[in-house]
């Protein structure tokens, strides 16, 4: 019988049917660390099969927080929380509480009886369910989790918590897109900046303009490399139709994340003027970009049909966006184009447009070009968002400057009284490298910056006066994708300096502390590799180079 029995153990072993029964307990020392970790007194409150869900009389609307955290819990534990109609104990009480100070903030009670997680607005709540599943094991199922008492109360330190995805390049379908949301949620961040149009590939389909997806969609071929000489002559295309779009935005939502589209002008739009030459300056003949960089081909504008047109794409836009940003690009444009262009000449001349002796009269047309837009967008109750090229060119401080050249320029822009998300290449850029060494890294643009560099960014130095502070809204980084052709790649550029990087943009700089960092890294790749996400090891030598040892 003893043997029969071992036989089978051995059997469900391997197998990978045997169902492991455990007592874990719960560390609050996650990523991003919550402002104040109060232990308290008593016995720790244990979680179990028969622990409920609990919704107060009149707050019914937090069932979607409720839905998730009981999701959430299964995938980590195993346990299974029921949903009750009693708060007297062994429950998890979901509440909104008004006193809590910021709309994004929560405080997480835990004693003997139960956990407490309240916030200001759901997506407090949503926060303190996001610390409790990251407290949590997740290394087996278990029997039943202990959880020390203690009060947890944190909020963010910027509203503006952002990663952005560039599809165009290279695209990425709709499962991971999902994904890519999942991982913001699982750092607390709550933007995602989805970059759909650019010279080699527009990703979004506008009813009105169908050859933008029938022609811009596609490229016949991918230069291999950094723009070498050599083309794949590869049918590359893919992109999303609103249906699709809908439901990108609607699963961001229930996450409590914004989706802002960029939409390129006046340049990086190689692939619309292949779709309709009509509105570039010299009328073709245009094709949809095979290398990397900047093209001289942009919108021409001197013709009042570009602004039509662009309004036409804007109007399907917001309707399937609804976020308060619509981002429009604004860098690397050329002039050369309206320099030569006789409409655009003359726009400069109807418009009083003069050169001064640091801006060129082209650039600041592409001023005028902007106010257009933004003047439309405000029409409808949106704001614009422009990379940080556009606080050069006479636009008014309405619109809102993403400084990706540096630290600088956002601090220029917020001097001149604009709100200014920071995202820089030096700190922001995760399609660059991640160490000095890469002979064993994928080929990628170039560049280096670690997990530690991230961590250390501070979007507000000592040096910035507070009237100007204010307008720093927030941090994002951006994934690029010209050498990212596969998701395995992308999950791997971005992690785990998501993470150092959620810290920057939820913690104050008095509660950063990059060693202690690393410890509660540890405890965060457990869910990494749970996922499945491919994530670098570069903070873990030993399994590093312990990958390479085979070569």
């Known amino acids: 019988m003893k043997r029969t029995k071992l036989l089978l153990s051995v059997w469900l072993l391997c197998t990978g049917l045997i169902i492991v029964s455990a007592q874990g307990s719960a560390d609050y020392q996650v990523v991003p660390l919550p402002d104040k970790i109060c232990m308290q007194k008593g016995k720790p409150f244990v979680l179990d099969n028969t622990t409920t869900i ?15 955290l009981q999701e959430y819990v299964e995938d980590n534990t195993g346990i299974r929380l029921q949903h009750g109609t009693s ?12 006193d809590i100070p910021s709309a994004e903030g929560y405080r997480v009670t835990i004693n003997q009886k139960g956990i407490t997680i309240s ?40 509203g503006y918590r952002g990663m952005h995805l560039d599809v165009c390049r290279h695209f990425f379908g709709i499962d991971f897109v999902k994904e890519y949301i999942d991982l913001l949620v699982l750092h607390n961040m709550n933007t995602l900046h989805f970059h759909l149009t650019d010279d080699q590939g527009w990703r979004m389909e506008i009813k009105k303009y169908p050859k933008l997806t029938a022609v811009g969609a596609n490229r016949t071929g991918t230069v291999l490399g950094c ?69 001289s081909d942009i919108l021409c504008a001197g013709k009042e049909e570009t602004f039509n047109f662009l309004e036409d794409i804007l109007d399907e836009v917001m309707d399937i966006f609804p976020s308060k940003y619509i981002h429009i690009g604004g860098d690397e444009a050329p002039k050369s184009k309206w320099e030569k262009c006789e409409r655009c000449q ?25 106010r257009r837009i933004n003047a439309y967008l405000m029409r409808h109750g949106r704001k614009l968002i ?17 400084s990706w050249r540096g630290v600088e320029p956002g601090i220029m822009a917020a001097k001149m009284g604009h709100d200014v998300i920071m995202a820089p290449t030096t700190y922001c850029y995760f399609d660059t490298y ?16 670690s997990v530690e560099m991230v961590y250390g960014f501070e979007p507000v130095s000592e040096a910035v006066a507070p009237e ?21 790649l992308a999950e791997y550029q971005i992690l785990p300096r998501m993470a150092a990087l959620s810290e920057v943009q939820w913690l104050t700089p008095a509660n950063k502390d990059y060693q202690r960092f690393r410890q509660r890294l540890d405890k965060l790749t457990q869910l990494y590799r749970k996922y499945g996400f491919t994530y670098a090891l570069h903070n873990w030598p030993e399994q590093y180079n312990k990958e390479r040892s085979v070569f």
């Not at 708060?87 to 008004?98: A, G, H, P, S, W």
């Not at 509105?279 to 093209?295: A, L, Q, R, S």
């Not at 001349?349 to 592409?366: F, H, P, V, W, Y």
């Not at 990379?387 to 636009?395: P, S, T, V």
Request: charged share 20%.
């Open 54 to 68: 609990f919704l107060a009389s009149g707050e019914e609307s937090l069932a979607p927080e409720a839905r998730f």
């Open 87 to 98: 708060n007297k104990q062994n429950v998890i009480t979901l509440r909104l509480d008004k």
């Open 119 to 158: 916030g200001a607005t759901a997506a407090g709540v949503f926060y303190g369910i996001q610390m409790l599943r990251k407290a949590l094991p997740c290394d087996t199922v278990y029997q039943s989790i202990s959880l020390a008492p203690v009060e947890i109360n944190d909020a963010p330190r910027f």
């Open 227 to 295: 723009n070498s000489d050599v083309d794949d002559h590869l049918p590359y295309g893919g992109y999303f139709t609103q249906e699709q779009l809908r439901e990108i935005v609607n699963y961001a939502a229930k996450r409590h994340i914004t989706v802002i589209p960029e939409i390129e002008m006046p340049g990086h739009t190689l692939a619309i003027l292949a779709s309709y030459p009509e509105y570039g300056c010299t009328g073709g003949p245009y094709e949809v970009g095979h290398k990397w960089g900047i093209y």
């Open 346 to 370: 003359q726009r400069i001349r109807e418009e009083g447009i003069k050169a001064t002796d640091k801006q060129s009269a082209e650039n600041l047309l592409q001023g005028y070009f902007t």
């Open 386 to 402: 422009g990379w940080d090229e556009i606080a050069e060119c006479g636009i008014d401080t309405t619109a809102t400057v993403m």
């Open 434 to 449: 991640q160490t000095a060494d890469t002979y064993f890294e994928p080929k990628l643009i170039g560049g280096n910056i």
């Open 468 to 488: 100007d502070a204010r307008h720093v809204l927030g941090v994002q980084a951006n994934l690029w994708t010209e050498y990212i052709p596969v998701k395995q």
